[in-house]
């Protein structure tokens, strides 16, 4: 009995093509939307949550609270400082700690001048990141410890278009006024501000900038068999002592890794959220397009709604016959938008890898949303047939069949 349903709504639907395409544009514009932003958006945090796997479990960042990025702190009051670094290296738990200033400034090269982020660092704090790939140098070296006007230029340097000419090793950077040589290339790590970024060491640019006594950020590594949330919590307690802060006043955060990844996690699932919600705007009017459409068939086919009940037919084959139409409509038009989707995802992937060089664009395939949406797109093409499918139903053969 299924079978025949199921055969007949697809011949009914086959008789009608434009038209049931037509119905389905809502439905399938809607379904590629999710299919192909939660895609990408699965791939990104696919590719973020491997990173933070890389980087491990076991470090602590410690910063200021600020409005913008780490460095940006501009009040004495908000600024770490040499003082809380020897805090932490001197916790309960810490292997090892490092600090980092982050500033912007002037750097020139030939005759051109550009606004580049410089990272100061040194030995220790790189250390921290021995295991991180996207980190390491994949021309010359590192710096070290005995460096002191020594750059490593970010991978866009020498493989992008920050200057007419790609800088190569040996050359020469000047940043605020002061002439550095370049001894190492990154890596692609993936984004343009890190691939943009230059790094000296930490003492120098102090030297440069005029800084006494700041770190704009500290990462700290656990040593093997502590909890790392419990010495987070040692430390927070421990900082706002120093620093002479009360609880929820202090003006600095402590996160752990698996934090970082947890607070990124929730800011995309609300993102994710509003994806899905705006493409919810266009199912819904493919619904009601779906919904039109099945009003229409009821009255161009009420004299073969009245033969049918004439020759046996139940309210309850009528009804199924019409909820199955609509659901095919729905799921067909799910399946044309996740192949949509994922076209679309594909593309942006291969797009953003061949002109843009990055691998934080990347289309996830998940079974989980192929199905979903899949299902879903039935549910909607099924919850707006009921209406139309109640009232062929209802219809009584010797009215249906004198209809005109």
Same mark, same amino acid.
């Given at each position: ?10 011949n009914?639907?086959?008789r009608?093509?434009l038209? =049931? ?6 439905i399938?514009?809607?379904?590629a939307a &999710? ?8 791939g990104?945090?696919e ?6 796997? !890389? *980087? ?6 410690? @910063?200021?609270?600020?409005l913008?990025p780490?460095g =940006?702190?501009?009040?004495?009051s908000?600024?770490?400082? %040499?003082?809380?670094?020897?805090? &932490?290296?001197n916790?309960?738990g ?9 500033? =912007?400034?002037?750097? +020139? ?6 606004i &580049? ?5 040194? @030995?220790?704090?790189?250390s921290?990141? @021995?295991?991180?790939? =996207? ?9 070290e410890?005995?460096?002191?006007? #020594?750059?490593?230029?970010?991978y866009?340097? /020498?493989?992008?278009d920050?200057?007419?000419r790609? &800088?190569?090793?040996k050359?020469? *950077?000047e940043?605020?006024?002061? +002439? ?8 692609k ?5 890190d691939?943009?970024?230059? %790094?000296?060491?930490? @003492?120098?640019?102090?030297?440069i ?22 010495v ?11 620093r002479?802060? #009360? ?15 947890t607070?990124?996690q ?22 009601i397009?779906i919904?039109n459409?099945?009003? !229409? %068939?009821?009255l161009?086919?009420?004299? /073969? ?27 067909i038009?799910?399946?044309i938008?996740?192949g ?6 594909? !593309? ?13 664009? #990347?289309?996830? *395939?998940?079974?989980?949303?192929i199905?979903?949406?899949?299902i ?17 139903s209802k219809?009584?053969?010797v009215d249906?069949l004198r209809y005109?």
């Amino acid at each position: 009995m299924i079978a025949d349903f199921f055969s007949l709504s697809v011949n009914n639907l086959k008789r009608r093509k434009l038209r =049931s395409l037509l119905t389905m544009i809502g439905i399938f514009i809607g379904i590629a939307a &999710v299919v192909s932003l939660l895609s990408l958006g699965q791939g990104l945090q696919e590719y973020i949550s491997e990173q933070f796997e !890389t *980087l491990g479990v076991d470090k602590l960042f410690v @910063e200021s609270r600020t409005l913008g990025p780490p460095g =940006s702190a501009s009040s004495k009051s908000l600024i770490l400082t %040499s003082k809380d670094l020897n805090v &932490v290296r001197n916790a309960k738990g810490i292997e090892k700690a490092s600090g980092i200033i982050m500033k =912007s400034g002037v750097v +020139k090269f030939k005759n051109e001048a550009d606004i &580049v982020f410089t990272f100061g660092m040194d @030995e220790e704090y790189l250390s921290m990141f @021995e295991n991180l790939g =996207s980190f390491k140098v994949i021309e010359g070296r590192d710096i070290e410890k005995d460096d002191k006007f #020594k750059v490593v230029v970010g991978y866009n340097h /020498e493989h992008g278009d920050i200057w007419k000419r790609n &800088v190569n090793l040996k050359d020469t *950077l000047e940043i605020e006024g002061h +002439k550095f040589k370049v001894i190492g290339i990154r890596g692609k790590i993936g984004n343009p501000f890190d691939d943009n970024a230059v %790094s000296v060491p930490k @003492e120098t640019l102090k030297e440069i900038l005029n800084i006494e006594d700041e770190e704009s950020q500290i990462i700290a590594k656990i040593e093997k068999g502590f909890n790392p949330e419990e010495v987070a919590d040692t430390l927070e307690r421990q900082l706002r002592k120093s620093r002479n802060e #009360k609880e929820d006043q202090e003006t600095f955060s402590v996160r752990t890794s698996e934090q970082l990844l947890t607070t990124f996690q929730n800011i995309f699932a609300v993102v994710q959220g509003v994806i899905v919600g705006i493409a919810a705007i266009s199912l819904l009017v493919g619904g009601i397009g779906i919904m039109n459409t099945m009003y !229409t %068939s009821v009255l161009e086919r009420t004299k /073969e709604i009245g033969t049918m009940k004439a020759i046996g037919a139940k309210n309850s084959h009528i009804l199924s016959l019409f909820l199955i139409e609509s659901g095919l409509l729905g799921l067909i038009g799910g399946l044309i938008g996740v192949g949509i989707g994922i076209g679309l995802a594909k !593309t942006a992937e291969y797009a953003a890898l061949v002109y843009v060089g990055t691998p934080l664009v #990347k289309a996830s *395939l998940n079974l989980f949303i192929i199905l979903g949406a899949l299902i879903f797109s039935f549910i909607i093409g099924t919850l707006s047939g009921i209406f139309p499918a109640m009232r062929a139903s209802k219809l009584k053969p010797v009215d249906a069949l004198r209809y005109e």
